[in-house]
Antibody, heavy 117, light 106 residues
Framework: EVQLVESGGGLVQPGRSLKLSCLASGFTFSNYGMNWIRQAPGKGLEWVAS????????YYADTVKGRFTISRDNAKNTLYLQMTSLRSEDTALYYCASDYDGTYYYWGQGVMVTVSS | DTVLTQSPALAVSPGERVTISCRASESVSTLMHWYQQKPGQQPTLLIY???NLESGVPARFSGSGSGTDFTLTIDPVEADDTATYYC?????????FGGGTKLELK
């Protein structure tokens, strides 16, 4: 059974940092591109960042470029998102998702990040 | 970025046919995909490449379209289909989502 389990979320003050993790199992993690996608409360889906299977290609949404860093450790089957200089508008449920043939194929349950003083 | 426009909400009765539209600001060929998100759950893939039904998805769901205009059809609608439906394109970088269509049953 495929599982993507996010962790590391919580309440953080504006300007501070937080690191999310996503542990994958049930599929060959190292063969897939991976992504972070977020959903603000009551809002739609917003792609945040993506990383290719070997980490050769990395892309960010303009809204997080320069503040967030996506990375992966294929030996640990884990995807990361280092978030710095957090803003209130970063408050959202953060999903990790694998991509396949242009789709976001497997999704985790999500982890909540709340940025508030 | 490619903007995908969806109607915000629809209300239908069980047993009816419903079409959910997605219009792209520029051509995305047939690289359009549809997801269902039930309340409190993560999205799941329904349709890929505009018209291909994902494994395990009921045949009540179908997709069509190319270029800039796409449609997700549910026929007949069941109570369990209450959810928000998102389109997503992968023809142009960055990949983008529509704003979602919330489907409610009367």
């Amino acid at each position: 059974e495929v599982q993507l389990v996010e962790s590391g979320g919580g309440l953080v003050q504006p300007g501070r940092s937080l690191k999310l993790s996503c542990l994958a199992s049930g599929f060959t993690f190292s063969n897939y591109g991976m992504n972070w996608i977020r959903q603000a409360p009551g809002k739609g889906l917003e792609w945040v960042a993506s990383i290719s299977s070997s980490s050769s290609y990395i892309y960010y949404a303009d809204t997080v470029k320069g503040r967030f860093t996506i990375s992966r450790d294929n030996a640990k089957n884990t995807l990361y998102l280092q978030m710095t200089s957090l803003r209130s508008e970063d408050t959202a449920l953060y999903y990790c998702a694998s991509d396949y043939d242009g789709t976001y194929y497997y999704w985790g349950q999500g982890v909540m990040v709340t940025v508030s003083s | 970025d490619t903007v995908l426009t969806q109607s915000p909400a629809l209300a239908v009765s069980p047993g009816e046919r419903v079409t959910i539209s997605c219009r792209a600001s520029e051509s995305v060929s047939t690289l359009m995909h549809w997801y269902q998100q039930k309340p409190g759950q993560q999205p799941t893939l329904l349709i890929y490449l505009a018209s291909n039904l994902e494994s395990g998805v009921p045949a009540r769901f179908s997709g069509s379209g190319s270029g800039t205009d796409f449609t997700l059809t549910i026929d007949p609608v069941e109570a369990d289909d209450t959810a928000t439906y998102y389109c997503q394109q992968s023809w142009n970088d960055p990949w983008t989502f529509g704003g979602g269509t919330k489907l409610e049953l009367k």
